[in-house]
């Protein structure tokens, strides 16, 4: 007996591909994203594009009718609310794609089979339209796959302030090493890991970290294309507000270490340039900066201790008088510093069981990680 689903999209003759060849080919198959904003927002695949074919409260109400009336007038529903819409989300989407595009809902069902049916006919010919199968929960499935699998990595450690994420983002810049090697997880993060790591946009506005789903995404993506080796940070096991997973991190502390020296002048300058320079340039409220900087010195008291908590705040004061200079900035960056982050990368390292593998200054490990991959590469 025909159902109503075969029966509804019977006529629609869209490709489909499996998640696993999208992940191939994701430069060339962008990805239209046709669950509910909601679902959107709990997780989604980096670079997609969100377009609801049913919205919050229509999906809302599809769902209780599945629940209460069955599959078939759940559907029936489902048409129902989208039919009116569906020029205009139509137009939409052909408006965010050009040439080529892959589509999915939660599990490569009827929403996805049916956005794709609309944007072929809409289309006429003038695009390439596949259907993912097994939708968004396919390609999550092969991205967890891609982050638990056993790999070699390079931990890159170092105090706080010595410029572990700039040292990886220069080896990014300047290609020696393969991208897909090198994993920013503060970047995928969207947080700087430490109790001052919030991100600052333009103006001050603390910018949002990704919900865990896509940060775990982000990490997948990478992981997924990556050949070899990887060098990443060393984290703890929180970044802010999401977490590494379980497995991943398991091999990270497992993995040897590359600890990067830095003087602690140099390190007091770093602090001061990412921390004060770099939101006063992006226009951050000099008092708005503050008041963020107090929180977080204040953040730390219970594991810095009421007297130097105090003395960080009195010396984060005094520094208002002239936000810009380095040296009035200095001495409660350097408390902060010696007292407690220094104390706690030593405290840690003691307990780590990682062999050390390498140390030395930016351009000794830069040397180094490049002899290594070429090496393997000629090997």
């Not at 060339?28 to 679902?39: A, Q, T």
């Not at 865990?212 to 080796?229: D, H, I, P, R, V």
């Not at 770099?278 to 007297?307: D, F, Y």
Request: glycine content about 8%; charged content about 25%.
């Amino acid at each position: 007996m025909e159902t109503l689903k075969d029966k509804l999209t019977s006529k629609i003759r869209v490709p489909k591909m499996s998640a696993s060849d999208w992940l191939l080919r994701t430069s060339f198959w962008p990805l239209l994203d046709v669950r509910s904003e909601g679902e959107y927002q709990e997780g989604h695949i980096p670079g997609s594009i969100s377009a609801p074919i049913l919205n919050n409260e229509e999906r809302h109400q599809v769902g209780l009718t599945y629940k209460q009336k069955g599959q078939e007038e759940a559907i029936a529903l489902g048409l129902k609310l989208a039919e009116p819409h569906r020029q205009a989300r139509v137009k939409n989407w052909l408006e965010l794609i050009e040439g080529s595009v892959a589509v999915t809902c939660w599990r490569g069902g009827l929403r996805s089979r049916f956005a794709s049916g609309w944007l072929e006919e809409a289309s006429l010919g003038k695009f390439n339209i596949v259907q993912i199968t097994g939708g968004y929960k396919a390609i999550r499935n092969q991205l967890i796959r891609a982050i638990e699998a056993p790999r070699e990595i390079y931990v890159l450690g170092g105090m706080t302030g010595s410029g572990k994420t700039a040292l990886l983002q220069e080896l990014l810049q300047e290609n020696t090493i393969p991208s897909t090697q090198i994993v920013d997880l503060e970047g995928m993060a969207k947080h700087r890991g430490s109790a001052f790591g919030n991100q600052l946009g333009n103006r001050g506005q603390i910018v949002e970290q990704p919900r865990q789903a896509t940060f775990e995404n982000s990490l997948g993506m990478q992981l997924f294309q990556s050949q070899g080796a990887i060098v990443l940070e060393n984290e703890s096991s929180l970044i802010g507000k999401v977490f590494i997973p379980h497995l991943f991190r398991s091999q990270m502390k497992q993995a040897p270490l590359i600890i990067l020296e830095t003087s602690l002048q140099e390190r007091i300058e770093a602090i001061f340039h990412e921390y004060v320079e770099i939101p006063l340039q992006h226009e951050t409220p000099v008092t708005q900066l503050w008041e963020i900087l107090g929180q977080n010195i204040k953040s730390l008291e219970k594991r810095l201790g009421g007297k130097d908590t105090a003395l960080a705040i009195k010396l984060l004061q005094e520094g208002l008088s002239n936000p810009l200079l380095l040296e009035k900035q200095s001495p409660w960056i350097e408390l902060l510093l010696v007292r407690y982050y220094d104390k706690a990368y030593a405290y840690a390292l003691n307990r780590s069981q990682q062999k050390i593998l390498f140390q030395g200054n930016k351009t000794e490990i830069k040397s180094w990680l490049i002899e290594k991959w070429a090496s393997r590469k000629n090997g």
